[in-house]
């Protein structure tokens, strides 16, 4: 359109004047449009593809694991090469009881020092413990078991379920701590000023308001350690070994003999050349996977219960 | 003083209160401690190995137990090697999903299904984007629950039989290439970096999409008032904003990749050599050590121990070099806000 005199009029009183629309509109010939079409569709589509293999995982688990999976597979014991049926019924038993013990151990060490860390957490000590913790998430789990051989099954002689149980103890102490350090800085100071108003000294004021109230949050953190714990095979596969017995046996618990484990079991089994056993290593990892995650929605559930400000 | 509703606490419960901050402050010193017996405890097993084969088992070659000669370069190389790639491929896939996430596509793509349909926007509909958002972030997060073993079972049997025909094709078509030079042999490098990237994916999602988020919103606002399209936002604005986080995930998703044990243990092959190609079986540190930890004899405890104490060094460095990047990454984003 011409800069003449009419045209400054129009102008001022149709404010469109002198756009050309076709130029605004959107259109993929235009470089910078395709450049971001592209752009949108190749983040698209390997969003997509990062998922395949969730699905794939979980669609094997379920095709070929389930269908092994039976009361024989759960209650049984590992069947020899050539053997046909059997289950791995000591493995979970094994799982369960090294899991267990793990927890028992660093449960109760993992609180105490958050509440050590959470209350006066400035110190130097605090400080290094807080490094020692974050030095431990990012600790290789296979050194775990390294550690575990070292001190545990050297000393004693014998791989056995104790040695596995502080392997795993070791990885999930850092996760108890640091969930359980949040969940306790997440409680109202108010309420902790209250508790000392009304004369309770900072232990009282700890057990009766501060652990109650953090409790869903360090039990998230709990479960969520009990999750990684129970999925981890290198820090058992040279401390607890495998057994192909059960790990209690007339009223017996033999804590000091190599023990089985689920992990183990599948890691053994899946380099075999037998079909029964690669069958039954897909029967066990449905079964842990499934473990795992009961243990991670059971904590997600307690951490939406958190008390926050 | 008749029942009174507060009282000062009584000498029993003073004396509670120190023993109990006293044992709080000495679990804290004991997982120092802790830390420091690993470390020492693994050095000490290892010092015998240390002494015999000094620095020469960093860079030897041969691993050998019938004439007694052990080295480990191989392994080392293994372990940057797959680790480096594996890492190739998750922050690729990793990254592309945080964008997926924290750029608003989902409210596009709810926007644009709702246009189809012809649906009008109900007031609870709003949520939909979050919803979705949340529901892809869970199955990301699920990604990272499932064992490492299982993983390794799931490469054996439907990774490496998936990929067998490109491989195949690879090597026959393009073997001059050094990446392909040797022929597919089922397990090897290639399988191991596809199942170690898809492993510490979920690491780089979770922190990268942390860090797009926390790109303060006047700095995207002020790019797409000037004119930039979403993609010039994101190169030009966001991702140099957020770069110093992501890149701090991405070094802690290194030391995840070179700690990783049994997917590699499973899928790598365990053969002592170093080679740049894909399809070669190569070894891994932490694959040697689960190997060959259950048979080991005393001296070969030794040797290992020392193989230990390498791949802790090494993702010792890792981790702290990720961690300090991470914390001066959140100190610079508090200046922009």
């Known amino acids: ?309 | 003083m008749p029942d009174a509703i507060s009282r000062p606490p009584s000498r029993l419960q003073r004396a509670t209160d120190q023993v109990f901050r006293r044992l709080c402050q000495a679990t804290a010193g004991l997982l120092l401690a802790l830390v420091v017996f690993i470390v020492l405890r693994i050095a000490t097993a290892g010092a015998p190995a240390m002494r015999e084969f000094g620095l020469g088992f960093l860079t030897g070659t041969t691993w050998d137990p019938n004439q007694g000669r052990h080295a480990i370069l191989p392994e080392i190389w293994g372990t940057l090697y797959t680790s480096v790639l594996g890492l190739l491929v998750g922050t690729v896939f990793g990254l592309a999903a945080a964008v997926f996430l924290a750029e608003g596509y989902l409210g596009q793509a709810v926007h644009r299904a709702l246009t189809a349909l012809k649906l009008e926007l109900r007031p609870g509909w709003a949520q939909l984007p979050d919803r979705l958002e949340q529901l892809l972030r869970n199955l990301v997060e699920l990604l990272a629950a499932i064992p490492s073993v299982v993983y390794g079972l799931w490469g054996i049997f439907v990774v490496i039989p998936m990929i067998r025909p490109a491989a195949v094709w690879l090597h026959a078509n393009l073997g001059w290439v050094p990446l392909f030079g040797t022929s597919f042999s089922g397990p090897g490098v290639l399988p191991a970096v596809l199942v170690l990237g898809i492993m510490i994916m979920p690491t780089i999602t979770a922190i990268s999409r942390d860090a797009l988020i926390s790109v303060p919103p006047k700095l995207r606002m002020a790019a797409y008032g000037l004119g930039a399209t979403r993609w010039e936002t994101i190169f030009a604005v966001i991702l140099p904003t957020a770069a110093r986080g992501i890149f701090g995930g991405v070094v802690l998703a290194f030391g995840r990749a070179l700690g990783e044990t049994m997917a590699l243990a499973m899928l790598v092959g365990n053969s002592n050599r170093i080679s740049v190609s894909l399809f070669s079986p190569a070894n891994t540190l932490a694959a040697l050590l689960a190997n060959s930890f259950p048979e080991a004899g005393p001296k070969q405890v030794a040797i290992l121990m020392y193989a230990a104490l390498v791949l802790l060094g090494i993702t010792l460095l890792v981790n702290v070099i990720g961690a300090a990047i991470l914390q001066r990454a959140s100190r610079q984003l508090e200046g922009a806000r």
Request: charged share 10%; proline share 6%.
């Open chain 1, 1 to 309: 359109m011409p800069p003449d005199a009419s045209a400054v009029v129009t102008q001022d009183l149709n404010p469109f004047a002198g756009i050309d629309f076709s130029r605004l509109e959107r259109s993929l010939r235009r470089p910078r449009t395709l450049m971001g079409f592209l752009l949108d569709t190749l983040v698209t589509g390997t969003t997509a593809l990062a998922l395949f293999p969730l699905f794939s995982v979980v669609w094997m688990l379920a095709w070929r694991g389930g269908k092994r999976l039976s009361v024989a597979a759960l209650t049984q014991l590992p069947p020899s090469p050539m053997e046909a049926g059997g289950g791995f019924g000591n493995a979970i038993v094994g799982s369960l009881f090294m899991v267990g013990v793990a927890t028992l151990l660093t449960v109760p060490i993992g609180i105490l020092t958050a509440v050590y860390l959470a209350r006066d957490g400035g110190g130097r000590l605090a400080g290094a413990a807080r490094f020692a913790a974050k030095v431990l998430t990012g600790f290789p789990s296979i050194l775990a078991g390294v550690f575990a051989y070292g001190a545990v099954v050297l000393l004693t002689g014998s791989f056995s379920a104790i040695a596995g149980a502080i392997a795993l103890g070791i990885l999930m102490i850092p996760t108890i701590i640091l969930t359980a350090e949040d969940a306790l800085r997440a409680v109202p100071a108010r309420m902790l000023e209250a508790a000392i108003g009304m004369g309770a000294t900072p232990t009282q004021a700890t057990w009766m308001v501060l652990l109650p109230t953090a409790l869903p949050g360090i039990l998230t953190g709990v479960m969520l350690a009990v999750a990684r714990a129970a999925g981890e095979t290198a820090p058992l596969i040279f401390t607890a070994l495998f057994s192909n017995y059960w790990l209690v046996s007339h009223g017996h618990v033999a804590a000091m003999r190599p023990t089985a484990s689920l992990a183990v079991l599948i890691f053994n089994f899946a380099g075999m050349p037998f079909d029964n056993q690669i069958e039954l290593a897909w029967a066990a990892a449905l079964v842990l996977v499934l473990m795992v995650l009961a243990a991670n929605v059971v904590g997600q559930t307690l951490s939406r219960r958190q008390v926050t400000q």
